[in-house]
C-alpha cells in the first residue's frame, strides 16, 4: 500500500515557476513508476509526465515538454514536478499516481496507476 500527498500549488502569473512535490508513504517507493496527471473543470484527466523507476527514463507531454522537468529523490520518498514558464493553459489540479508494474506504452494512460494523491491546486493567470 502506498499513500500518496501532494504540495505545492498555488496561484501564479503567467511565466512565473511551481514546483509541486509528491511525498510517499512506505518502504518500496522507489520501485513504483510515477506519473503527474492534470485535471480541469470540465476535462478528462491527462498526462503531463512520468518517471519510470527501472530504467531512471522520463517522459513528458508534447504540451509541456522543455518548461516541465520530473526528478525523484528516493531518500526522501519524494518526486518532483519543476514547472517553469507556466501558462494559463496549465490551471489545473495536479495528481501524482503511482505504480510498478507500467511500460512505457501505458504511462500516458491514468489506468495504469494504482495510487493516487488527492491533488494539488495550480491556477496561471494571464
Known amino acids: 500500500q502506498v499513500q500518496l500527498v501532494e504540495s505545492g500549488g498555488g496561484l501564479v502569473q503567467a511565466g512565473d515557476s511551481l514546483r509541486l512535490s509528491c511525498v510517499a508513504s512506505?518502504?518500496?517507493?522507489?520501485?513504483?513508476?510515477v506519473g503527474w496527471f492534470r485535471q480541469a473543470p470540465g476535462k478528462e484527466r491527462e498526462f503531463v509526465a512520468a518517471?519510470?523507476?527501472?530504467?531512471?527514463?522520463?517522459h513528458y507531454a508534447d504540451s509541456v515538454k522543455g518548461r516541465f522537468t520530473i526528478s525523484r529523490d528516493n531518500a526522501k520518498n519524494t518526486v518532483y514536478l519543476q514547472m517553469n514558464a507556466l501558462i494559463p493553459d496549465d490551471t489545473a489540479v495536479y495528481y501524482c499516481?503511482?505504480?510498478?508494474?507500467?511500460?512505457?506504452?501505458?504511462?500516458?494512460?491514468?489506468?495504469?496507476?494504482?495510487?493516487w494523491g488527492q491533488g494539488t491546486q495550480v491556477t496561471v493567470s494571464s
Open positions: 499516481g503511482a505504480g510498478q508494474r507500467l511500460i512505457s506504452s501505458s504511462l500516458a494512460s491514468h489506468n495504469a496507476y494504482d495510487y
Open positions: 512506505g518502504q518500496t517507493f522507489r520501485r513504483y513508476t
Open positions: 518517471h519510470k523507476w527501472n530504467d531512471n527514463s522520463k
